[in-house]
Nanobody
Framework: QVQLQESGPGLVKPSQTLSLTCTVSGDSITTKYYYWMWIRQPPGKELEWMGAIAYSGNTYYSPSLKSRTSISRDTSKNQFTLQLSSVTPEDTAVYYC??????????????WGQGTQVTVPS
């Protein structure tokens, strides 16, 4: 059974870099042809796709976040990581990692982490 688990600090100060890790079990992040992505949901707003890293290691980013976002992976640990720089209170959200066969989607399937709350205080 594939499971994803987000981890990282729940509180990030403004202007700092948010860093989250998704640990995957039950599947390899290099398995063809999956995309491993980060999605967030600010309070009272819709889900927002942030970016993804493919099984090949190629990365894809939301145009609106591209300048501040970096996604990388550690295949030896079967983990992938999100870094979001220069955070503001508008980056407060529940952050999810997920696995999909499409690169840019926010559709819920059985392969989402439980989500982790990240707060950027004003």
């Amino acid at each position: 059974q594939v499971q994803l688990q987000e981890s990282g600090p729940g509180l990030v100060k403004p202007s700092q870099t948010l860093s989250l890790t998704c640990t995957v079990s039950g599947d390899s992040i290099t398995t063809k042809y999956y995309y491993w992505m980060w999605i967030r949901q600010p309070p009272g707003k819709e889900l927002e796709w942030m970016g993804a890293i493919a099984y090949s290691g190629n990365t894809y980013y939301s145009p609106s976040l591209k300048s501040r976002t970096s996604i990388s992976r550690d295949t030896s640990k079967n983990q992938f990581t999100l870094q979001l720089s220069s955070v503001t209170p508008e980056d407060t959200a529940v952050y999810y990692c997920a696995r999909h066969t499409s690169v840019m989607t926010t559709t819920r399937n059985n392969y989402w982490g439980q989500g982790t709350q990240v707060t950027v205080p004003s």
